[in-house]
């Protein structure tokens, strides 16, 4: 059995790699070829959220098993520690264990970028985040491999984030990052806007986003929990990462839902039915449109495969 630890990983896959993977597998799985059970989440009595959840990739299967513990923040430790278990198909042995800290902030990002390269519009050129931790990183490094980032804006309630990010980031891509004082400020002239917090309540309001914004609500994956306000939701063309989980875990979709805001056929469909064309995408250059992502497990798996098939190639 191979390991794959962290810092491999990003050795192994680049952004613009992952966002084709991220691609091929959210079209895989809205045309059966992949499966994926329901996950288990229990959340401990340290707030700490436990997480198992498995997904089948045609060739491979596995599970990602993970914590998610937002105190981590700004402490050093990753606010997302695990492994993804792989096991390969033919005799169903275990394969290898990846990195789940580096595979989760890579595919994040990636999957936005693709939400992104379909539902933003071309000339979408200024990006706004709220929440300046790895997950901007991941962001900022996948999004602009599908867009022509040219500024950005970049708000947390630790100042201090903000600031070493827009350093790290204005130094590594040569693009001016604008440090914000109010989630109003980092998202109001922002063509794309990417909400990456472990929020409890919604701050993302309707009266914040310009019309033609496209909006990743990334952050949080409970049914009460979202970034995104019920305003917001209804004012905008709501995409899922898959259906079925939106309806089942979905804080952005089931709260404004059950407020009576929104109905089910608000949902205009998955990324994955938009890359098949089973589903629409933008329909015009000033609507707001919204992917509320949860995170698939699929996604975890088929960028732990890919991981783990280059890590295997380096050493024969």
Do not use: W
Not at 4 to 18: D, F, I, N, S, Y
Not at 31 to 58: E, I, Q, S, W
Not at 65 to 90: D, K, R
């Amino acid at each position: 059995m191979k390991i794959v630890e962290e810092a491999k990983v990003r050795e192994l896959v680049t952004p613009e790699e992952c966002v084709k993977i991220m691609r091929q597998a959210l079209s895989d799985l809205e045309k059966g070829r992949y499966d994926m059970p329901p996950r288990m989440v229990v959340t401990l009595p340290n707030t700490a959220v436990f997480g198992f959840m498995p997904a089948y990739v045609g060739d491979y299967f596995g599970a990602k098993v993970i914590t998610a513990y937002g105190p981590n923040a700004g402490t050093g430790y990753p606010t997302h520690i695990g492994y993804v278990m792989l096991f390969e198909g033919e005799h169903c042995t275990v394969a290898g264990m990846v990195d789940a800290t580096a595979v989760t902030e890579l595919r994040t990002g990636a999957v936005s970028a693709v939400a992104t390269d379909y539902l933003a519009r071309k000339d979408a050129h200024t990006l706004g985040i709220v929440g300046a931790g790895a997950q901007a990183r991941s962001h900022m490094a996948a999004i602009r491999t599908v867009r022509d980032i040219k500024s950005v804006r970049v708000y947390d309630i630790r100042e201090e984030a903000s600031r070493a990010f827009a350093e790290e980031i204005s130094g590594k891509y040569g693009v001016p990052v604008t440090v914000c004082g109010s989630v109003r400020e980092a998202v109001q002239e922002a063509d794309i806007v990417c909400t990456l917090t472990p929020a409890k309540e919604a701050y993302l309001t309707r009266d914040m986003i310009r019309p033609g914004t496209h909006v990743n609500a990334v952050g949080t994956y409970t049914p009460t929990t979202r970034e995104a306000a019920s305003d917001l939701v209804a004012a905008s063309r709501l995409y899922a990462d898959q259906t079925t989980a939106m309806k089942a875990e979905s804080g952005e979709y089931l709260i404004p839902l059950k407020e009576g805001l929104i109905t089910e056929e608000h949902i205009v469909g998955s990324i994955g039915q938009v890359v098949n064309k089973e589903a629409p995408g933008r329909g015009s250059d000033e609507e707001i449109t919204l992917f509320a992502a949860l995170g698939l497990a699929v996604e975890d798996i088929a960028c732990a495969k890919y991981v783990f098939l280059k890590a295997k190639e380096s050493i024969s």
